[in-house]
C-alpha cells in the first residue's frame, strides 16, 4: 500500500513539475530553452510511479505509538530551533534543543541539561571563536 | 627531463624541515575542521592564513600550509562519512555507502585506514601520471566538447544507477528526483528562474550541503529513535584496527580506480565526485561477487577514495597546462597562486616551473604527512562512537544545523534541511535509495547546461549529439552497460525460476 | 563559479589579512558603524570588492571603526536591494558593492525597484569586455566578424561568461547594433554560456565556439601566450601596458564601451551631507597605492566616476540596456 501511494504521489508530481515548466519560455537564442529539460525528466518519472502503483514492493513496518510520537516531537523541535535560532541566540536555543533531544532519547534531566549546557557552549566556541563563523548572540549577549 | 628535473627541485623544497613541520601542521587542523559536516576547506584555510603571515612563512611554505589543509580536510570529510554517514562534501557522499556500515558493525578504525591508504595510492598514481604524461593529455580534454560531456553525463548517471542494490524502478526513480531538485534555481543559460516559488532563498539552487545533511544526518536521528523500539541499541565495540594495514591495501582496487579517476578528472568541470562515483561503480561491477557491497564490503571505500585522489591530481593538468582549474582543489590552489602574484593561465608552466613544480611536490608530501599522520590516529577518531547516543547524536544535530547555517546564514536553510531530513526518512523507510538523489542533485545542472550547449552551438540539431566520435564511443559504452544490466538480470530471474521449480 | 569564488575567497581572506594593521579615528567617513554589504555569499566578487575597499579605508584611517562587511546572497543581489530600499534606505552606515552585472538586473527589472530607488555613489575600477578568437581564426578584425555575422546572424557560435542576456551577451549584441544588424537578427545569434571565461576560452581553443565575448582579466594569460586574438576591446581608450597594442571597438568604427564596473550605492534616503562625505571616503580610497594595486591584481582598470556624473551613467546604462533587452525579447 505504502509503495502504491509513493507511485501516485510521484505521478501527480511528474505531472505538476512538467506543467510550471511548461510556463519557462524564451522566445530568443536558446533552441532548447529552459524548459525542455524538466519536461523530458517529467514523464519516466510519472512512468515509474505507475509502475510502483501495479508492482509495488511489501510494506515497510511503518512506527506507530510512543515512537511515532517522539519522531513527531523531534520534527516540531528541530523546525522551532530552525526559526528561534536567529531570535533567541544561538546558546540559549541550542542549550533547549539539546536537552530536549537529550532528554527524550532517555537520559535523566540533569544529564539533559548538562549535555545542552556542554553542546552550546562547546560549539559556539568552536565555531563562533575558532573557525570565525558568526553565530546569532540572541538574548544571552544582549545583542 | 626538465619536468622530472623540476620536480626533484620541489621535493627537494618540500621536504625542507620546517616545510614538513609545517604541512604537519597544516594536515591535522585541516583533518579536525574537515570531520565537521559542512565546515571545509575554506574555512580551514581562513583560519591558518593569519597563522601563515605570522610566522612569515615563504611562499612555498604557505603553499604547502594550505594545500595540507585542503588534504586534511577531505580526509576529515571522510571521517564523518565513515562514523556518522554525514557526507561532508560531495565526494564523500559515496564512502558512506560501505564505509557508514563497516562502522556499524565495529570496524570504523579499518574503514578509516582503508580510506587513508587508498588516497594516498591514488594521490601517488595521479603524481606519476601528471609528470609522464600532462600535455599529451591537455590537447586531448580540449577535444571535450558539450556533446562529449553529455555522453560522459549520460554513461555516469546510468553507470552510478547500478551503485544501490535493491528495486531499479526506485533507485531510478530516486535519480530523477535528484536531477529535478536540481532544476530549482536560476537557470544559468538564460537567467530565467525555475521552481522557485517566488523565494528568493531558492534563486541560487538549493546547496549541496543542504541536501546532504538534511538527508542523511536528519533522517539518521528519525530512524534512530525509532530502532529504540527494537530494544537497546547494542553499544558497538570501536577502538583499535580489527586487521592487519597490509590487509586494508587492496592494492587491484587501488589501481583500477586511480587509473579511472585521474582520466576523469583530466577533463575540466567533471572533477572528483564524478571519479568517486564512477569509481565504486566500476569496482562493484568488477567485484561484487557475493552482493557484500553496500553492506561493509572494505572494497567499496577504497575504490571511491582512490579515485577521488587520483582525480584531483588529474585536475592538476588542465590547470597546469591551460590555467583553467578543473576542480575544487585545483581552483583553491591558483587562488593561492593568485596570492602568490602569479598569473593562472596557459603560460604559468613555462613561466614559473618552480612554483608549479613546488605546488605538485606539497600536494603529494600533504598526501604522505596524511597517512602517517592519521594511521596512528584513526582508532583516536573512531572512539568518537563511544561517546553514549543520547550525547552524541544531539550533538551531530547541532553540528548539522551549524554547518547549514555556515553556508548562508538565514534560518530559510535550516528548515529546508529540515524539510530534506524527513523526506530522507521517508526514503529509507521505503527503501528507496538516497544516494541516487544526490547524485543526481550533483549531475543534474552540469548535465543539462551541457546538453544545451551541443543544442546551442548546432541550432538545435539533435543529431549533433552523435556526430562526434568520441561521444558516439561514449554512448556506446551507455548502451553496452544497459544491455549488460539487462541481459544479466534476466539471467538472475531464469535462475530464480529454475530454482523455484527445482525445488 | 564556485571554482571563482575558491579563489576570491582565498584573495580576500589574504587581503583581509593584511587588514589587520592598527586603525585611528580621523573621520572624513559619515556614519559610526560603517557596514560595506555584499550581496554575495563570502568569496563572490562583490564579496571582495567590499572587504578589499573596507580594509584600505581602515588603512587609510577613513573610516574610526573597521568597516563591517556582511554578507546577503539572493538572486543576483536582489534580495540586498529590497532589504536596502525598505529597511535601510535612510541608513548612512551603509554602502553596498555592485557592478555591471547588478545594473544588468535592474534593467531588466528583475530587482524590486528601478535605479532611482537607491543613490549611486561611484564606481572605483572596471573590468574591459573583449571580443576574442583563436590566434589561427579567419577573422582578423572586428569588422571582418561582424561583418560576417550580418550576412549570416545564425551561421557563428558566440559564446561567453554570462547567460543569454546576461552582460557579456548584452555587450556583443550593442556591438552588432553599431554594425546596423537589425533587432530581428540579434535574435538568430547562437550563444552558449559558460560558467567563466577561462573555460569559454578552453572550448574556443577546442574549436566549440568560434567567437567568445568576456572580460579580459580573467583570460589574459591567453592573450599573452599568443593563443588567442583580441579583435576589439570595449574600452574609452587603449588600455595600458602589454595590453596596449589591443585595438579598440571604438577606433574600428563602433562605438560601444563595456566596462564591468565595480562600485557602490547607499540607501535611497542618506542626505546629501552622507551622501558626499561617502564619496570623498571611497575617493580617498581609489586614490591610494592599495587600490591601484588591487585593482591591478584582480585585473581592474581604476576609472573613477562619482556623485551626479556616476548616476548619469548609471541611468544611461539601464536606459541602453533596458530597450536592448525588450528589442530581443528578454523583457516586454
Known sequence: MSDRIVGVLLALFAGWYSWEARSYAVDFGDPMGPALFPEILAPPVGLLGLYLVLRPDPDPEWSTGRYLLSQLATVVALVAYALLLQPLGFILATLVMVACLTAMLGARLPQALLGGVVSSLGFFALFDWFLGIPLPPGLAFGG | ?503 | MEIIAGRRALAAGMLGLAGLAGARPAAAFVGPRPECLAPSAPGGGWDFTCRTVGRLMQELKVVSQPVQVSNMPGAVGAVAFANVTSRRAADNNLFVATSTVGLTQIAQRRYPGDVDRVRWLAMLGADTGVILVRADSRFKTLGDFLDALKADPGGIVTGGSSSLGGYDHLRLLLLAQKAGIPSADLKRFRWIHYDGGGPAVTQMLGGHVEVVSTDLAEIAGFVEAGQIRVLGAMAEARLAGSFANIPTAREQGYDVVGLNWRGFYTGGRVSDEHYNAMIAGLKQVYDSEGWKEAARRSGLQPIWRSGPDFERFVANMVTELRSLSQDIGIIS
Not at chain 2, 530502532?227 to 565495540?237: A, D, F, K, L
Not at chain 2, 561477487?289 to 575504490?303: H, S, Y
Open chain 2, 1 to 503: 627531463m626538465d619536468i622530472l628535473f623540476s620536480l626533484a627541485h620541489g621535493f627537494a623544497v618540500a621536504t625542507q624541515p620546517v616545510n614538513l613541520l609545517v604541512a604537519f601542521i597544516g594536515c591535522f587542523v585541516g583533518t579536525v575542521i574537515g570531520a565537521l559536516p559542512g565546515i571545509g576547506p575554506v574555512n580551514g584555510i581562513a583560519i591558518l592564513i593569519p597563522l601563515a603571515f605570522s610566522l612569515d612563512l615563504s611562499p612555498v611554505s604557505a603553499l604547502i600550509l594550505l594545500t595540507s589543509v585542503y588534504y586534511g580536510s577531505m580526509f576529515g570529510g571522510r571521517i564523518a562519512s565513515i562514523l556518522l554517514n554525514i557526507p561532508g562534501d560531495s565526494s564523500a557522499v559515496v564512502t558512506c555507502i560501505d564505509g557508514f556500515p563497516m562502522a556499524k558493525q565495529g570496524r570504523a578504525a579499518d574503514a578509516l585506514a582503508i580510506s587513508a591508504i587508498s588516497s594516498f595510492v591514488g594521490g601517488t598514481l595521479a603524481t606519476v601520471g601528471l609528470t609522464v604524461l600532462a600535455p599529451t593529455l591537455a590537447m586531448a580534454a580540449i577535444h571535450f566538447g558539450p556533446r562529449e560531456y553529455f555522453a560522459l553525463y549520460v554513461m555516469a548517471i546510468v553507470i552510478v544507477g547500478g551503485i544501490a542494490t535493491g528495486n531499479p524502478a526506485k533507485t531510478l526513480a530516486a535519480g530523477l528526483l535528484g536531477l529535478a531538485i536540481g532544476t530549482v534555481g536560476i537557470d544559468p543559460a538564460t537567467g530565467i528562474p525555475r521552481f522557485t516559488f517566488g523565494a528568493y532563498e531558492l534563486y541560487e539552487g538549493i546547496d549541496f550541503v543542504i541536501v546532504a545533511i538534511g538527508l542523511f544526518a536528519i533522517s539518521e536521528f528519525l530512524i534512530y529513535i525509532e530502532q529504540r523500539r527494537t530494544g537497546p541499541i547494542e553499544q558497538v565495540p570501536v577502538g583499535r584496527r580489527t586487521t592487519a594495514l597490509r590487509q586494508l591495501t587492496y592494492p587491484a582496487t587501488s589501481l583500477r580506480a586511480s587509473l579511472l579517476g585521474f582520466v576523469i578528472g583530466v577533463l575540466p568541470g567533471a572533477g572528483a565526485t564524478l571519479a568517486s562515483f564512477m569509481g565504486y561503480a566500476l569496482e562493484k561491477r568488477v567485484s561484487d561477487k557475493d552482493g557484500t557491497f553496500g553492506k561493509g564490503d572494505p572494497r567499496g571505500v577504497a575504490a571511491p577514495e582512490a579515485a577521488d585522489n587520483a582525480a584531483a591530481g588529474g585536475s592538476l593538468v588542465p590547470m597546469l597546462t591551460l590555467g583553467v582549474p578543473g576542480s575544487g582543489t585545483t581552483a583553491i590552489m591558483l587562488g593561492m597562486l593568485v596570492t602568490l602574484n602569479v598569473q593562472p593561465g596557459p603560460l604559468l608552466f613555462q613561466q614559473q616551473p618552480d612554483i608549479v613544480w613546488g605546488l605538485v611536490a606539497a600536494l603529494y608530501v600533504s598526501n604522505v604527512i596524511l597517512l602517517i599522520l592519521n594511521i596512528p590516529l584513526v582508532g583516536l577518531f573512531a572512539k568518537l562512537l563511544t561517546v553514549p547516543s543520547h550525547y552524541l547524536m544531539p550533538g551531530v544535530v547541532t553540528v548539522s544545523f551549524l554547518g547549514v547555517y555556515s553556508v548562508n546564514q538565514n534560518s530559510f536553510d535550516l528548515l529546508l534541511m529540515v524539510g530534506f531530513g524527513v523526506f530522507g526518512y521517508l526514503l529509507r523507510k521505503l527503501s528507496i535509495p538516497l544516494v541516487p538523489v544526490v547524485l543526481g542533485i550533483i549531475l543534474g545542472t552540469p548535465m543539462e547546461q551541457s546538453l544545451r550547449r551541443a543544442m546551442a552551438a548546432s541550432g538545435g540539431d539533435i543529431w549533433t549529439l552523435v556526430e562526434s566520435p568520441l561521444a558516439l564511443l561514449l554512448h556506446a559504452i551507455t548502451a553496452c552497460v544497459i544491455l549488460v544490466a539487462i541481459l544479466r538480470e534476466a539471467g538472475r530471474r531464469r535462475n530464480a525460476a529454475a530454482v523455484e521449480r527445482g525445488a
